[in-house]
């Protein structure tokens, strides 16, 4: 039988998953393996007992204040023609964050991409779609692309609609 061992996101200590919160800092962790998950905008509410000084990692990624987590899910990140890098995304209210590899205990200095809502120009469907291949790019307001590989047409569909929602909401 495999056990699984987790460490938390902020002190390190061993972690059972079965657990709210780390036993030795008190940092509130969530975390999912599902495919896809969007979050409902009471998920922060619905920790027991939150103390407010203590971090709050949502899929290994501490949130800032006043932020909110939308939507988390399985992406290739486009590499090249042949290789996707396998990983999981993150959008938030107010950044996209892609780890790769889905270590979702990674600390932050190892997040793999990060932007700013802010920061991304545009999201759009991308036209190179091969078997099993759905990709989105994001476009940043400095015209760097970054494309993603969605499992689904539907998910694909559902990234783009979530991220431009929420970059709208930045920007109103
Ligand atoms: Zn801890």
């Known amino acids: 039988m495999k056990t699984i061992s987790l460490n938390c996101p902020n002190c390190g200590a061993n972690y059972d998953p079965a657990n709210q919160n780390c036993a030795y800092c008190g940092s509130y962790i969530i975390i999912s393996n599902k495919e ?12 027991e007992n939150v103390q407010e000084s203590k971090p709050i990692y949502i899929q290994g990624v501490c949130m800032q204040a006043n932020e909110i987590p939308i939507r988390n899910g399985t992406l290739g990140k486009y590499k090249n023609a042949l290789l996707n890098d396998v990983g999981r995304m993150l959008l938030t209210s107010k950044r996209l964050i892609f780890n790769q590899n889905n270590k979702i205990f990674k600390q932050s200095d190892e997040i793999t991409l990060e932007f700013l809502l802010s920061d991304i ?20 307001q400095k015209g760097e692309k ?24 930045v920007r109103s």
């Open 146 to 169: 970054y494309s993603f590989n969605a499992p689904t047409h539907k998910s694909q569909q559902v990234w783009i609609e979530k991220i431009t929602a929420a970059i709208q909401e």
């Open 36 to 47: 896809e998950e969007n979050y409902t905008p009471d998920v922060l509410s619905s920790l």
């Open 121 to 140: 120009n545009s999201i759009r469907p991308a036209h190179r779609v091969t078997m099993r291949k759905i990709y989105f790019d994001i476009v940043t």
